[in-house]
């Protein structure tokens, strides 16, 4: 991929990373670290990552990607999904600033099909079909 190219793709998602690089500088006053992974900045741990670990259930999440940022309960989760998650660094760079309103457009509809409004999700489902979920390890004691 030429740079010009490159630099479009992440121009074209810029807005979202612009809010993940928010979120990524709370995460760090809170107590998380970061590290570049993939052409992503990936942001996990501390006090943010424990109280998205503390979600409820049907809003809890172990990541979630803004644009090129990462953001993740712990360094562990972000390891298994990274290939998942970095599917989604590819949908913001191909959708932009589009991709936000797709994605909860794509949710609604399942909502209102009464199906998973995350598991039927367009682009969860690609994400998963190019990423399968790796089974995680079992922990002893």
Not at 31 to 57: D, H, M, N, S, Y
Not at 68 to 81: P, S
Not at 112 to 130: D, V
């Amino acid at each position: 991929m030429t740079t010009l190219a490159r630099a479009l793709k992440y121009a074209w998602a810029a807005p979202y990373t612009a809010l993940g690089l928010l979120l990524g500088l709370f995460s760090l006053l809170l107590g998380g670290t970061w590290r570049r992974k993939l052409g992503a900045l990936e942001f996990a741990g501390g006090a943010l990552g424990r109280g998205i670990g503390r979600l409820p259930q049907p809003v809890r999440f172990s990541a979630m990607t803004l644009g090129h940022v990462i953001i993740g309960v712990d360094h562990a989760a972000l390891a298994q999904l990274r290939r998942h998650e970095h599917v989604h660094v590819r949908q913001y760079e191909r959708w932009g600033p589009l991709f936000l309103p797709a994605y909860l457009l794509s949710s609604l509809l399942q909502l209102l099909r009464g199906r998973n409004p995350y598991r039927e999700n367009h682009f969860e489902r690609q994400a998963y079909a190019l990423a399968p979920e790796r089974p995680r390890p079992q922990r002893n004691g």
